[in-house]
């Protein structure tokens, strides 16, 4: 019975999949039929396939991608558990993610929009030194930390003075890779490995200002573009966070961030 090859179909019904599965399975590669038959084209399995395929079924009923489960199959023990783990890993980012979003409905299901306090005004030009990095929108938060690991020690041996808040600097819009920075306000402009200096025009913004976690902002930028789209005027980037008062200083409820978005009169 063990030699014995199995039609698609009895196969399909052993390993709990459809047939429609493990057609486009083979398709791609991850679980061919030991035999096609030259005529019909029909699939025939072998017994000791159905491990690979109950474990195919196993990983997608946890969401991993077809691509990431032909990897695993193919891999070694060790990296097999290599890149579970790095899928546990993405798992747990999106879990946070979606934690954060469901924190922001039940606060718009509560209260309805968060009131901000939107206000124009006339920001002084700033210099900062930057690192910079590239980044989806989903990994901004871990991005930012990377650069403010990166900033501060080259600015320490460096010697190079620097006055609070930290500053994050992003694109008006929020594309699949994006440039963002990291800096500080210095007066020193000096060559200096691995910092970057970048004037910030000084001009007219609209600004306001957010309490509480990061996960939140986007209430806080809804306000905000949606203040300089009634005046009639033309946000203009990059936009502009302070970080006023930061994650080692404070809880997440507590955070301080200014927003800024500088403006031109008349819509584009």
């Known amino acids: 019975m ?6 698609i179909g009895r196969f399909a019904r052993l390993c709990r999949l459809s047939v429609k599965q493990l057609r486009h399975y083979d398709e791609m590669g991850l ?4 035999r096609v038959d030259a005529n019909s084209g029909y699939r025939y399995y072998a017994p000791e ?5 109950l474990t195919i079924a196993l990983l997608r009923e946890m969401d ?18 290599q890149i579970l783990r790095a899928e546990r890993d993405r798992l747990a980012e999106r879990i946070s993610r979606d934690r954060a979003r469901l924190e922001m409905l039940e606060r718009l299901a509560e209260g309805g929009l968060p009131g901000y306090e939107v206000t124009m005004s006339r920001e002084p030009e700033r210099r900062l030194a930057v690192v910079r990095a590239v980044c989806a929108p989903a990994e901004i938060g871990e991005k930012v930390e990377d650069c403010v690991g990166r900033l501060l020690p080259v600015l320490g041996r ?23 920075a990291v800096g500080a306000q210095t007066p020193q402009v000096v060559g200096t490995p691995g910092l970057e200096f970048e004037a910030l025009p000084g001009g007219l913004v609209a600004e306001t200002v957010h309490i509480g976690p990061y996960a ?6 809804n306000a905000l573009f949606a203040a300089i789209h009634e005046r009639g005027l033309r946000p203009q980037a990059p936009v502009r966070e302070a970080y006023l008062v930061g994650p080692a200083e404070a809880p997440q409820e507590e955070l301080m961030t200014r927003l800024i978005i500088p403006v031109q009169e008349g819509m584009a």
């Open 2 to 7: 063990q030699d014995e090859l199995l039609t």
């Open 31 to 34: 679980l061919a039929p030991v």
């Open 49 to 53: 396939q159905a491990r690979d395929a």
């Open 64 to 81: 991993l991608p077809l691509a990431v489960i032909a990897q695993a199959l193919a891999a070694e023990p060790e990296h097999w558990a």
């Open 158 to 180: 460096a010697g190079i003075a620097w006055e609070p808040p930290l500053w994050g600097l992003y694109p008006l819009d929020l594309e699949e890779r994006m440039e963002i």
């Open 216 to 221: 939140q902002l986007p209430l806080a930028y």
